[in-house]
């Protein structure tokens, strides 16, 4: 495992110096293109446009970029094929299909027991909310029996009690 999230940091970083590679593509073309006089490359082609003299660079300043560019581009090339040659050999389709197959099996095993989870979880959600219930039930009619007025103590039977002790005590 922590050798594939190697192998996934060596694409990622290979990603990034593509990227950066094509932006210096980019960028070289756009200054070429930008910074470049006309030149009348063949006696049959006449140059039909002319640039303003501060829209291009002269040609001694011109190759120098030129070569800083292709510098730059060669460099960062290098630094892809590095990373290229530095990419672990595939495997065989034969050992991915069976890694693959793997790890399907694992991910159903896995899924029955999470399955057997929740389905456990709810026998028990279902167990003690019927305890709560029967508890709340069993409550409330003892609460409905003591405030009951047909009741023949009525919560009297106590105070008689309660009255016949006061009697004994009185009495000794």
Sequence with gaps: ML????HMDRITQLQDEIQQLLM???TSIAYLTNRANFMQVSQEIPITKQRNPEKYDTPDVFEA?????????IR???????????????????????????????MQLV???YIQAVDRLKTLHAQV?????SMLTE?????????DP??????KAEDNLMDSEDQNVLMA
């Design 3 to 6: 050798q594939e999230l190697s």
């Design 24 to 26: 210096i593509m980019s």
């Design 65 to 73: 970029n030129k070569k800083e560019l292709v510098t730059d581009l």
């Design 76 to 106: 960062k090339a290098k630094q892809v094929e590095y990373l290229i040659n530095s990419l672990p050999e595939p495997e065989r389709e034969e050992i991915q299909a069976q890694r693959l197959q793997q790890l399907e099996d694992e």
């Design 111 to 113: 899924n029955a027991e």
């Design 129 to 133: 909310t019927e305890l709560l219930r």
């Design 139 to 147: 409550v409330d009619e003892r609460l409905a029996d003591d405030t």
């Design 150 to 155: 047909l009741n023949d103590t009525g919560g």
